[in-house]
């Protein structure tokens, strides 16, 4: 059902009650993204394809002929692309475009529209121009493009049309000569040096363009150069229709025009046309055209004398008023008139006059009193209707044959008749549709030969509504006749707001064709040849304007001159022409009633002037043979820029001007407004460099200053006589305090000064920032050269510590190895000679106290055993101190270091005072005594209980034994010096303390005098 609705549609309508299903075949297949417009195949929309979707489009839409792709799907456009779509003619891609390639002939495209894309190198956009030969129409619009041009001129030669608005174009290379459209609007450029010279189209709007010259371009109807920047402007265009100035910042403008016809020729022979064409085209004999291209300057200035008319003004005058709508003949008019001349006379006065025509009367039904008085009716009612705004059209078939009805010409009675061919089965006609009004023509339509209200009404939509809705504000009016077509779509006019106006119809001659395509050709042709005669300037808000010299040509229709510097218009200004729209508002005017003489031929359109003024349509003129203006005597311009000093001269005929400086009295030039002349003979050459006269007879000051304050002396001559009047001439200041801040030298004193003190605050924040910063750099490379000095220094006191610590260590090692030798050597001499004396004791001794000896010699086995064992694992712990104490002094600080000297030493001192107290051995409560704290300071565990003891409580005491750990050989003193110990020496030997055992009671007294077998010596 799906793939189905892609090809048919169902059309369900109910009709009486009876349903009814229409089946019909859909012209437009469904493809994701893409529409058709009205139901046409060959005209199809996307919006946002992907790439897959284009070969949808060429498997449905083959045969298309206009594209238009919106938000293209890739950076990149390939025209390749549409190589299979054989009918297209018009391709529109708009989106994020960078860059254009093709490879394959477009032989039948004819539009390519780019607009509004990023579009930046141009001559990627010229490769693709080889490949598309029947290319018309090009737009890049809205795009980033810097330059264009030279490339287009070879490879597009049949481009008619070329859009580069909106871009960043500032030089443009050399275009087709083929171009009658030319957009190059909002773009940077300064020159118009290659812009297409034989375009009928062109608009430079918005582009800062300073140099101008004097171009000649002889097809050009419509001229857009609003926004210039030049300050003069001068074209030559025949042919031109509308001019747009608004906003421009010209200060000269010139209409001293040549003859127009003397414009159109020129614009001929510039274009390399013979002479032989010239004469065909302007109507002229080709001997006027030889003797005008020979010398234009001097072409109509000889004066021949000839003999005088012999018909006065007034005769001339009364012939023509005979003559006019009448059908008597020149021998009945000659007969009329009192002065007796030939009938050939009559007739050159009749030609002679321009607007008498000899033409054959056509047969119309008469008139009945009912339509007369319609017509008259109507006459009344549009007496102030604006025929500019009413739009004119009907419809004219035209026949291959011959036009409907019979065909008349002179026949001559001395020749056979004539025939026109006629086609057995007829050779087809063409009914054609046509609107036109005051601002130009609606688009031509070619319509059936038998049309009715839809087919009228679906014309009008695509004609006439797109031209009012353009100019929705001008309230257009739109005119036909009667006709049943067109009485039947008052209801469709009503709906979409559309006035109305009834007009009759008018019929136009007819001529044979042989195809109907050369009558459509011709029919075109016509059309667009058409003299219009609605040429429109506008130069809106020209607030430069200061000048402007010559007369309105004549086919200028409309006229806006607003919000200029003009103090007046020269006074011919609108002799030559029947303007029907003018719009001078904004403009300063000299009031003087002789000045205002130029607001004469358009005095019911100048509102603002006649209040102003309070000028009157009956003034007369007789007293303004010769005069100057007295309103402005005092004039101003801005200091350091060209100022004009203008002068108000009138007079009949226009009086020629002359400048002059009072003081000194030097003369500057003068100006005839008949020759369009300014001459600076015996001017010097220091005044040409200040001074020149312009066109119109205005003084130009160049570059004023203080020296340019004083009164010039405008002197106006012709054949009335002479006058003369001073100009004072000062400087404006009044910018200076104007509320303009970027033209005020008052706010623009303020702003320097305060950039000035801006700039000198923040050049001192610089300064004191820099000042700073190089200080902070100096000092910081002075810290950093003091710490690495101190770095260095510390590096070094740390090595020579380490090598003191180092020695110190060694030494101290050495001094405790050499210390502990010599007490292991003084304990066992200590002990040898406390064994000797024992033993002489006990000898003495032993007989006496056989049983306190036996008891003795066990505690003293138990206690050598004990001493023994704590010898060696005290020995142990000292040499894991001792490592332990290496290690720490390696990683302790010398601070450190010393703090554990002083608590060593204290430590020390008080283990000498306890051992020195070991010297007196006569008082046992004071040996335990001493016993208790010795046991406390080398921390020893409380003496074991003896076995056999009478008394509770009663433990083994210490005994001195030859022990190394207990009684060293040297000691530091309180000052670090090393000493010998208090403990050894002659009157006492080393001892060292174990528990004493006691003796068995069954030990006999040969067993206590049993000498040991060990070698150990005995007590």
Not at 320 to 336: D, G, H, L
């Amino acid at each position: 059902m799906k793939a189905l609705s892609l090809l048919l549609a169902f059309h369900l309508s109910a009709s009486f009650g009876e349903s009814l299903i229409n089946l019909t075949s859909n012209p437009c297949a469904q493809v994701l993204g893409c529409k058709c417009v009205d139901s046409k195949p060959s005209d199809v929309v996307c919006h946002s394809i992907a790439r897959e979707t284009l070969d949808d489009l060429s498997r449905f839409y083959s045969k298309a002929e206009r594209f238009r792709f919106y938000k293209w799907f890739s950076e990149s456009v390939d025209l390749d692309l549409f190589a299979n779509f054989t009918n297209l003619q018009e391709l529109w891609i708009t989106g994020y475009v960078e860059d254009v390639t093709a490879t394959k002939l477009l032989k039948r495209l004819k539009t390519l529209d780019l607009s509004e894309n990023y579009l930046q190198n141009h001559e990627k956009l010229c490769s693709v121009f080889p490949f598309l030969p029947s290319l018309q129409t090009l737009n890049v619009a809205h795009n980033l493009l810097g330059h264009f041009g030279d490339c287009a001129a070879n490879s597009t030669k049949s481009l008619t049309a070329l859009k580069l608005n909106d871009n960043q174009i500032a030089n443009i290379g050399e275009l087709p000569t083929s171009l009658q459209l030319l957009d190059v609007s909002f773009n940077y450029l300064t020159d118009a040096r290659n812009i297409s010279r034989r375009a009928a189209n062109l608009n430079i709007s918005n582009n800062p363009i300073t140099s101008w010259k004097k171009w000649v371009f002889p097809n050009l109807v419509v001229l857009d150069a609003s926004t210039v920047a030049t300050e003069s402007f001068s074209i030559e265009g025949p042919l031109l229709q509308t001019l747009y100035l608004d906003n421009a910042k010209l200060r000269f403008l010139n209409f001293h025009l040549d003859n127009t016809e003397k414009a159109v020729i020129d614009a001929l022979l510039n274009n390399g046309l013979s002479h032989r064409e010239i004469a065909r085209q302007t109507g002229r004999s080709r001997r006027t055209i030889d003797r005008y291209a020979r010398n234009p300057q001097e072409y109509g200035t000889a004066i021949h004398s000839g003999r005088h008319r012999l018909l006065s003004v007034q005769a001339e005058r009364d012939v023509c008023r005979k003559a006019s709508n009448s059908t008597k003949s020149a021998n009945q008019i000659r007969s009329e008139i009192p002065v007796n001349v030939s009938k050939d006379t009559i007739l050159r006065t009749i030609h002679r006059s321009g607007r008498l025509v000899n033409t054959p009367m056509k047969a119309a039904p008469r008139l009945q009193q009912r339509h007369k008085n319609e017509r008259l009716q109507f006459a009344r009612s549009n007496m102030a209707t604006d025929w500019n705004k009413i739009i004119f059209s009907d419809e004219k078939k035209f026949n291959l044959d011959a036009p409907d009805g019979y065909a008349h010409y002179w026949r001559d009675l001395r020749k056979d008749p004539m025939y026109f061919s006629k086609r057995n089965f007829g050779g087809g006609s063409l009914m054609v549709w046509a609107a036109f009004c005051g601002n130009g023509t609606v688009a031509l339509s070619f319509i059936g030969t038998r049309t009715n209200s839809q087919d009228y009404q679906q014309l009008l939509a695509q004609h006439l509504l797109p031209y009012l809705r353009r100019r929705r504000r001008a309230n257009m009016i739109y005119q036909q006749d009667n006709a049943s077509v067109h009485n039947s779509t008052l209801a469709w006019f009503a709906a979409n707001n559309v006035v109305l106006l009834d007009w009759p119809a008018v019929n136009a001659n007819a001529k044979q064709y042989t195809t109907v395509n050369d009558l459509k050709r011709a029919i075109r042709a016509e059309w667009d040849g058409l003299d219009k005669s609605l040429l429109q300037i506008s130069a809106k808000n020209t607030r430069n304007l200061e000048v402007l010299s010559g007369s309105l040509p004549p086919r200028v229709n409309q006229l806006f001159l607003t919000n200029t510097k003009l103090r007046a218009l020269p006074q011919n200004f609108f002799a030559s022409t029947n303007i029907s729209t003018v719009d001078l508002s904004g403009n300063d005017f000299d009031c003087d009633s002789c000045v205002l003489r130029w607001a004469q031929p358009v005095f019911s359109q100048l509102e603002d002037l006649k209040a102003k003024c309070k000028l009157n349509q009956t003034a007369s003129f007789d007293n303004c043979t010769l005069g100057i203006s007295k309103e402005r005597q005092i004039q101003r311009g801005l200091y350091g820029t060209d100022s004009i000093i203008t002068c108000a001269a009138y007079g009949n005929p226009m009086p020629s001007i002359k400048w002059y400086r009072y003081r000194p009295v030097e003369y500057l030039g003068s100006y005839d407004p008949q020759t369009d002349k300014v001459d600076t003979t015996n001017v010097s050459e220091s005044a040409k460099k200040l001074y020149s006269v312009t066109s119109g007879g205005q003084l130009l000051l160049k570059n004023v200053n203080r020296s340019s304050i004083e009164r010039y002396i405008c002197v106006a001559e012709n054949m009335n006589g002479i006058v003369y009047e001073p100009i004072h001439f000062r400087l404006d200041y009044t910018n200076w305090y104007s509320l303009n801040i970027f033209n005020s030298v008052f706010w623009g004193g303020l702003a320097t000064a305060f950039l000035v003190c801006a700039v000198s605050f923040l050049f001192n924040i610089t300064w004191i920032l820099t000042r700073k910063s190089i200080l902070w750099w100096i000092q910081r490379a002075e810290r950093l050269s003091r710490v690495r000095k101190m770095v260095e220094a510390m590096e070094k006191y740390r090595a020579r510590q380490m090598e003191s610590l180092h020695d110190k260590y060694t030494k101290r090692v050495q001094l405790v190895s050499d210390n502990y030798h010599q007490q292991v050597e003084a304990l066992r001499i200590s002990y040898t000679a406390q064994a000797d004396k024992f033993r002489d004791y006990r000898t003495a001794q032993m007989g006496a106290v056989s049983a306190q000896l036996d008891n003795i010699r066990d505690n003293y086995n138990s206690q050598l055993a004990r001493v023994r064992e704590y010898g060696s694992k005290r020995a142990e712990q000292l040499w894991e101190s001792y490592e332990r104490q290496v290690n720490r002094m390696r990683a302790f600080s010398l601070q450190q270091r010393l703090k554990l000297m002083r608590q060593y030493k204290v430590k020390q001192r008080y283990l000498n005072k306890l051992l020195e107290s070991f010297q007196d051995t006569s008082n046992p409560e004071e040996m335990l005594k001493h016993e208790e704290e010795v046991r406390a300071a080398l921390e020893l565990p409380e003496a074991p209980p003896l076995a056999d003891a009478d008394l509770p409580g009663s433990a083994a005491h210490l005994s001195r034994t030859s022990s190394f750990l207990s009684l060293p050989e040297y000691v530091i003193d309180e000052e670090g010096f090393r000493r010998p110990s208090p403990l050894t020496g002659a009157s006492s030997s080393a001892v060292r303390f174990a528990p004493i055992q006691p003796v068995p009671k069954s030990t006999t007294k040969s067993e206590l005098e049993k000498p040991r077998s060990d070698s150990s010596p005995q007590p």
